[in-house]
């Protein structure tokens, strides 16, 4: 019945945070408008600090790029991420500043079986981001207007994965994932004056569909008599592409009202996804991982049309993770620290330009007891850059995850192993 309430309480978080709320007045980076925008690729903090996805990273943490890393979960683990960031977005002409803070997600891993690796996952996660704010001047006739494109929502996804381990070597996990959404565009053109029509378009597009993750992580160092590389693992991840059921319709609101206009009904096309990974833990302390993720957005298409811009989606990441020294009787000993930076050319171009980004980052764990902890990271980035139609987005990013863990399921023996 404790762990019964456990689980009500936890899905109880899962519902508030659903709405994963945005900062609808001050709008976000202008890259947002493409496509779905914002793709999210951060799996936990830990893997953030270190600026990789964690393909072929196990260790005690929740991963929901690749289920099947999480085979080696020593406990039940609650982990709640949040973040708050400042962004500064300049064209060389304009400059804005904007701060906002968010949910990133949150994710239940229950190990039933550590021998076996039998572990289920369960999470309520951000897919993209759409979060942005344009302002226009302009005349007619004289007549002076302001015109402003925004844009809010994206795409979130229930989760729930099993992982097993074949042989002690070889990690699988599959993970059923249903996304929702709604994202929401408007243009409002304002001429402040009574003898002109000022103009609302919005234009309203719902998600819907279901989509599945598969992964793998074999531990190839055990294969080979050698101290240096014994603790190697190779992941691969891969998520099917799947066809978002939509609807999108129009609402056109001028002085004389308001008028609704179904725009279209079929389906937004959102391409597979690849990824590759290695890990080593070099010694009992330094753990060193990176890792690649590919998308062709080329396939792409929104009601049947394909988007020429869209293109070859590419990540890359490279992070070392410092573990606390066993001798160690001092605080800062007992911590886990954490550093890493990325790469990335966007899946869209901009005036026929590709928008790049990359970044480095910091992080931290902090143990609170044998199985809670809390993790700490810090990202500083940039994306694309001045002049040529394109804009400079400089990111400092902070990120928070609260880890709760316990043993629910597991025998006695498994317990002291």
Do not use: H
């Not at 005349?139 to 002076?144: A, H, L, N, P, T």
């Amino acid at each position: 019945m404790k762990n019964f309430r456990k689980i009500l309480i936890t899905m109880y978080l899962l519902a508030c945070a659903s709405a994963f709320p945005q900062n609808q007045n001050e709008g976000g980076s202008p890259y947002t408008i493409f496509g779905i925008g914002d793709l999210n690729y951060s799996t936990s903090t830990r893997t953030y600090s270190m600026g990789i996805a964690g393909t072929a990273l196990f260790g005690n943490y929740v991963n929901n790029l690749n289920p099947a890393t999480v085979t080696k979960l020593n406990s039940t683990l609650i982990a709640t991420n949040f973040y708050y960031g400042f962004l500064k977005s300049s064209n060389g002409i304009v400059e804005n500043k904007i701060s906002n803070g968010n949910i990133l997600g949150v994710n239940i891993g229950i190990p039933f079986d550590q021998i076996r690796g039998w572990v289920m996952t369960i999470g309520f996660n951000p897919v993209s981001l759409v979060n942005y704010k344009v302002n226009l001047s302009g005349k007619v006739d004289e007549q002076s207007y302001t015109q402003t494109y925004s844009g809010e929502g994206g795409l979130s996804r229930i989760n729930l994965g099993m992982t097993y381990n074949i042989f002690r070597k070889i990690s699988i996990g599959l993970e059923y994932n249903y996304a929702f959404g709604e994202i929401k565009n408007q243009n409002f053109v304002n001429f402040n004056n009574s003898n002109y029509i000022n103009t609302l378009i919005k234009k309203e597009t719902d998600f819907q569909k279901s989509f599945v993750k598969g992964g793998v992580v074999f531990e190839i160092g055990r294969l080979f008599n050698s101290f240096t590389i014994r603790n190697l693992s190779l992941g691969f991840a891969y998520q099917s592409g799947f066809n978002l059921d939509a609807t999108r319709d129009g609402i056109y609101t001028t002085n004389a009202g308001t008028d609704t206009v179904r725009l279209n009904n079929g389906t937004v096309d959102i391409p597979s996804m690849y990824s590759i990974g290695i890990s080593n833990l070099f010694g009992s302390r330094y753990l060193v991982s990176g890792d690649v993720i590919l998308q062709d957005w080329s396939k792409f298409r929104e009601f049947g049309s394909a988007v020429q811009e869209y293109q070859n989606s590419f990540r890359a990441g490279l992070g070392l993770e410092i573990l606390p020294d066993p001798a160690s009787t001092s605080f800062w000993g007992s911590m886990t620290y954490r550093i890493g930076g990325f790469y990335d050319k966007a899946y869209y171009k901009v005036s026929g330009q590709d928008v790049n980004s990359y970044g480095g980052r910091v992080g931290v764990n902090i143990p609170l007891s044998q199985y809670n902890s809390i993790d700490f990271g810090i990202n500083y980035s940039i994306r694309g850059k001045e002049g040529n139609g394109l804009i400079k987005d400089e990111y400092l990013n902070f990120t928070a995850s609260v880890n709760f863990g316990e043993l629910w399921f597991l025998r006695p023996r498994e317990e002291d192993q």
